[in-house]
């Protein structure tokens, strides 16, 4: 496949590029996350656990969550590499949540060939569930 045409160089970034990634969290999606990374976290796969919680059922994995902003930031900066994510927690996920996160382009960082990338993730209440910061390594 040929992505030349498709990979984002230092000139072509600029502050204010934007770009989403939305999808509706699934049950299917939480147990392919718990078979792939191991993560036996009942908060996350028993309904009956979840009921004695403060979240009163079972919640999405939050790194599983915050892959979309990965995907969000892929697109923004096509064909480089992460350098950095950092991540809070804000509100919890349930299956069903329509998740969209966005990767916003803040700053071009000269000296670094890096830029900084605000991350955010909204339910489909837009109530924010995730913020957070990353830095992506410009190779072009």
């Given amino acids: ?59 999405v994995p939050g790194l599983l969550v915050a892959g979309l902003i990965s995907t969000a930031v892929t697109k923004v900066t096509f064909g480089n590499v992460y350098a950095m994510q950092n991540l809070k927690f804000v509100k919890p996920v349930y299956i069903g949540d329509t998740i969209t996160a966005t990767a916003v382009i803040k700053e071009k960082l000269e000296e670094k060939h890096m830029v900084q990338i605000e991350t955010t993730c909204v339910n489909q209440k837009d109530e924010i569930v995730i913020v957070g910061e990353g830095r992506e390594y410009i190779l072009g």
Avoid: A, C
Avoid at 12 to 19: A, R, V
């Fill in 1 to 59: 496949m040929n992505y030349e045409d498709k990979i984002k160089t230092w000139d072509s970034l600029q502050p204010g590029n934007t770009e989403t990634m939305t999808k509706t969290m699934t049950e299917s999606d939480v147990m392919l996350w718990v078979g792939i990374t191991g993560d036996m976290n009942p908060v996350h796969i028993d309904k009956e656990y979840g009921k004695t919680t403060r979240f009163k059922d079972v919640v």
